[in-house]
């Protein structure tokens, strides 16, 4: 890769990163592995970037990675961890404050499947069109917008989580 | 509850978003890449060697295996009539396939084939703006669309490799406009509005990189270019792990352009123009954005804060060609109110909030 290129892509990881870093967040709920999950994409980003910056949208492309390598990942977790049938220990209720409303909506959107959440996270976060998060995810439009409806649906029935996105409207 | 939509969760899902902060492993991410990069080499020399074997073999095999795809064509822009029909305002080809840009509903919006609508073009171009553009898409291609001022004739879209193309006006509904397609990494050097008489205005577009270039500032032919500097605005620590933030300013040809370093929201740019001495404007802010950013007249020397926690700031002005500069981390607290003062202490201007949002000035 010559200088210019690998001053472009230098730009490009500085200015995607922490984008990248939230939406890692979102898809795993685990800072270490958002990191690792972007650093993957980037690092991949990176081994084709003559390719990309010519004939691909960089954005896409990363975010596809993403979503794939969290996908894999997710998969070979669910073998490795031990399920069990109870929780082991229930969660504390704290006074609802302005950081509480973040823990809330987060632990909310954790407990939807992953699908749901990368489809309502790339639609509404990231403010991607319907074709654009069918693209990514590599689905159809219809499955998007059936997706998105369950996951909506599933966040409006939560247990006081419709007040409390309710009191985040900005 | 019922007020609950996916807007709602996307602006909240962006606030909670906004403490999850780390620094870029640069080293690491070239490391790894550079990794892949040379296992697909082995794997490709690997993949050469055993086509290689099997065309000696098969002689005809060679010539399909290893045949170069065709050269990618051209854009191409078509010249349609002066009137749009059924609202198609740009047409013509890209890398061999046919596009159009059609009008649709009020405001209008452009569309074309298999990429998203833009947003809302208007029916004039900002202030004296010879056009404005706005750009949409996904994949490799964007859609380029917008309103032209009646006084232009033709524009011309010149390219760094010096191609250059012309987009003629196309009138629609008693608006002209221009639409096109494009690749998303157009390497657009400048793009020139003539009137039948001559040339009226350029535009020297930001290079975005990653992104569209940015069509912002246009100069009138003759006046002097305005120099490109660089600088960073500010930057510092929120005190927790990891919350380092940083604001550059870039000021050029193309008008001025704030980027959040650290941060995804991009670039905040603004066409070169005299601010009065007094101004402070609220430039890099949006939902889930920790940092804000601004532009202030050439009297502001800094700007005082007073945070809701009863602490007080002072936030350095950077000056940079008739303009100054600000930014903040909103991480720090909570702004309560400011004012902006001069070299000599006095006030001229305040407010409450984040210092020149739109709501905040007295």
Request: charged letters at 15%; hydrophobic letters at 45%; proline letters at 8%.
């Amino acid at each position: 890769m010559d200088r210019a290129a690998e001053s472009e892509f230098s730009e490009f990881m500085h200015s995607r990163w922490l984008q990248l870093l939230r939406l890692g967040f979102v898809l795993t709920g685990d800072t270490g592995l958002a990191e690792d999950l972007a650093q993957t994409a980037l690092a991949r980003a990176y081994a084709s970037w003559p390719r990309i910056r010519r004939a691909w949208d960089p954005d896409a492309y990363v975010r596809r990675v993403m979503v794939n390598a969290n996908h894999s990942w997710f998969r070979k977790r669910r073998v490795a961890e031990q399920l069990t049938g109870m929780v082991p220990e229930p969660a504390p209720v704290e006074p609802v404050g302005g950081c509480d409303d973040r823990v809330v909506l987060m632990g909310a959107l954790m407990s939807l499947p992953v699908g749901q959440r990368s489809v309502l996270v790339l639609r509404f976060w990231l403010d991607m069109t319907e074709a654009q998060v069918a693209e990514t995810l590599g689905c159809s439009v219809g499955n998007v917008k059936s997706q998105a409806a369950r996951a909506l649906a599933r966040l409006r029935a939560g247990t006081d989580l419709g007040e409390e996105v309710s009191r985040e409207q900005l | 509850m019922s007020s609950f939509d996916g807007q709602d969760l996307g602006q909240a899902v962006g606030r909670a978003l906004a403490t999850i902060t780390a620094p870029v492993p640069e080293p690491a991410i070239v490391a790894q890449g550079r990794r892949i990069r040379q296992r697909r080499r082995l794997v490709r020399a690997g993949a050469v060697a055993v086509v290689a074997t099997v065309a000696v073999a098969l002689p005809g095999l060679l010539f399909t295996a290893v045949r170069p795809s065709p050269p990618a064509r051209p854009l191409t822009i078509s010249k349609l009539g002066p009137t749009a029909r059924d609202g198609v305002i740009g047409a013509g080809t890209l890398e061999g396939k046919p596009w159009t840009v059609r009008l649709a509903g009020p405001g209008p919006v452009a569309t074309a084939a298999g990429l998203p609508a833009t947003g809302r073009l208007g029916t004039a171009p900002a202030g004296s703006a010879p056009v404005t553009f706005r750009v949409a898409g996904s994949g490799g291609w964007r859609v380029l669309a917008g309103p032209v001022s009646p006084a232009v004739a033709y524009l011309t879209m010149r390219l760094s490799g010096g191609t250059s193309y012309r987009l003629w006006p196309v009138a629609w509904h008693g608006h002209a406009y221009v639409g096109v397609v494009v690749p998303w990494n157009l390497p657009l050097a400048r793009v020139t509005a003539y009137t039948r008489h001559g040339e009226l205005a350029y535009a020297i577009p930001y290079p975005n990189l990653g992104g569209f270039p940015r069509v912002v500032s246009w100069l009138r032919p003759g006046a002097p270019v305005p120099a490109v500097s660089s600088a960073t605005v500010a930057h510092g620590w929120t005190g927790r792990p990891a919350g380092q933030w940083s604001v550059q300013v870039q000021v050029g040809p193309w008008g001025t352009c704030l980027l959040d370093r650290l941060g995804y929201q991009g670039i905040w740019c603004r066409p070169a123009v005299s601010y009065p001495p007094n101004a402070v404007i609220l430039v890099m802010s949006g939902p889930g954005l920790t940092e804000a950013a601004g532009i202030t007249g050439r009297a502001v020397a800094y700007i005082q804060l007073r945070l809701r926690n009863g602490k007080t700031a002072r936030l350095h002005v950077l000056h940079i060609g008739g303009q100054g500069f600000y930014a903040l981390s909103l991480l720090a607290g909570q702004v309560a109110s400011w004012t902006a003062y001069t070299t000599t202490g006095h006030a001229i201007a305040n407010g409450t909030g984040t210092p020149g949002s739109p709501r905040s000035a007295k």
